[in-house]
């Protein structure tokens, strides 16, 4: 009998967990692979109660680095140096990392020195903006790793033109497309729409939280110009992320929000209640990249607060377009979505909620 492919999954950040639970469900199906779940401990995440693992069907780890906060460098170097001894004790025959954190790229580089094969998720996605953390991550990740999994045909372009042979390289689709849709009930069973007194396509949600916007007190301010102009023509709902209230408080922005009457603020929302404020939303502004495929599978616009985008099959086929932080363009794509002018969208290929199962079988046909 063929001995089972001993896999480490690699996980560090609470989106990481959201990405993997789809790809472990389908290697647990598999008998010639004996998943292995590793968190790193990137990032701690107090959100992460015994709900969130029932409610997303999200596995535990097997293995916790408790790696905590750090600099980059010497985040990267503390998950380096623990890794390296798990990988001498449990000896993979591979690892599966996905997205652009720091444990991504740290466990590749471990690998990759050890002659363990790597497998990253999400592989080939460019925003061709190197101050961003994640873009170096992607693409030390992508030039070391033995097989890509892009999620959209421009990451596969990327790919090829960077030199990758085109047999370690296969279109899977989007992983967290498949987490959305096996989500679907819960999320549509929500009753946030309830406790905000909101009706479906009647209010805007809003997530802001990159350094970039809230930590320049120019770029956060043209932001909320905006905001100020869109919030009275219709209803915006504001879940807001730690570090933008903290430059908030810093920043003295106060009591320009609060004279903002239109816009309300909120905690952090689950999975469940925040899918479900996208999904009813008249349309979304955000910094966020995952938001950005959401919606467009969702088919809500979506105006996105960067001047890039890792995504842009988001753009050339979905409901999302680029404005930055510049007031008068934010406005403007607003008072186009709420006049009905805007671009219907399609959604990518093989964003179809199956992409765990092509990953896998992927797996067991090549390694």
Known sequence: MVKPLKIINIVGTRPNFMKIAPIMHCMKFSSSIEPILLHTGQHYDA?????????????????????????HAKQVAHIMEKFDTVCDEVKPDAILVVGDVNSTMACTLVAAKKGIKTIHVEAGIRSRDRTMPEEINRLVTDSIADLL?????????????????????????????????MHQPGIQASAIL???????????????????????????????????????????????????????SDLGLESYITSMTNLTLCDPLGYYDF???????????????????????????????RENTERPITITEGTNELAGSDTKKIV??????????????????????KTAERIVGFIENVL
């Open 47 to 71: 959100q992460m109660s015994d709900t969130f693992f029932e409610e997303l069907k999200i596995p535990r780890p097997d293995i916790s680095l408790n790696i905590g906060s750090f600099s």
């Open 149 to 181: 999994l892009p999620p959209s045909q421009d990451a596969v372009d990327n790919l090829l033109a960077e030199g990758h042979s085109p047999e370690s390289i296969q279109l899977v689709g989007n992983i967290m497309i498949d987490t959305l849709m």
């Open 194 to 248: 309830d406790k905000f007194n909101l009706k479906e396509k009647e209010f805007v949600t809003l997530t802001i939280h990159r350094p970039s916007n809230v930590d320049d007190p120019i770029t956060f301010k043209r932001i909320l110009d905006a905001l100020f102009i869109i919030q009275t023509k219709i209803r915006i709902i504001f879940p807001v992320h730690p570090r933008t209230r903290k430059m908030i």
């Open 275 to 305: 899918g479900k404020l996208i999904s009813a939303s008249k349309f979304v502004l955000t910094d966020s990249g995952g938001i950005q495929e959401e919606t467009t599978v969702y088919g809500i616009p979506c105006i996105t607060l």
């Open 332 to 353: 403007d794509f607003s008072l186009q979505i709420l006049d009905g002018n805007w671009k219907k969208g399609i959604i990518p290929q093989l964003w179809d909620g």
